[in-house]
């Protein structure tokens, strides 16, 4: 199967940066084991600097299951948010990240781009590293 480059976006192009500072659900897909996707929404931040999304999250979701079981190598994801016309995908391999630093930055992080999340003391992160960004924005 051949892959679209047409949709195709920088991570640090600006329209993408300031449609990823609205407020927005976005939508992260994960893969099972038996290979079916896993979809879900969820609020998401884009560290574009560094080069990864993160997404806070109980550790004993399944979407945090999901990414553990993937082990260091990180499993396939990809978080979509769409408004209205405007969409972007951003896809990469996702880790599972339970260090308190960790946490932290990415509480503020999400504090910033929708509220104080609330409190959850087996709360993660799912860090997905950038491969590629599509959408139109």
Request: hydrophobic share 40%; with cysteine; glycine share 6%.
């Amino acid at each position: 199967m051949q892959r679209t480059t047409r949709h195709a976006i920088r991570a640090d192009d600006e329209r993408l940066l300031a449609f990823w500072r609205e407020r927005h659900v976005c939508t992260l897909a994960t893969v099972r084991p038996d290979g079916t996707p896993h979809a879900v929404p969820v609020g998401a931040t884009l560290d574009a600097a560094a080069g990864v999304v993160r997404v806070i999250t109980s550790g004993t979701s399944a979407k945090a299951r999901l990414v553990a079981a993937a082990g260091p190598d990180g499993a396939a994801a990809a978080v979509t948010q769409v408004d209205g016309a405007r969409w972007a995908t951003i896809e990469g391999r996702a880790v599972l990240r339970t260090d308190a630093e960790s946490v932290a930055d990415a509480e503020r992080r999400y504090t910033e781009r929708y509220r104080p999340p609330r409190a959850n003391p087996q709360r993660v992160v799912i860090e997905i590293t950038i491969d590629r960004v599509l959408g139109h924005v």
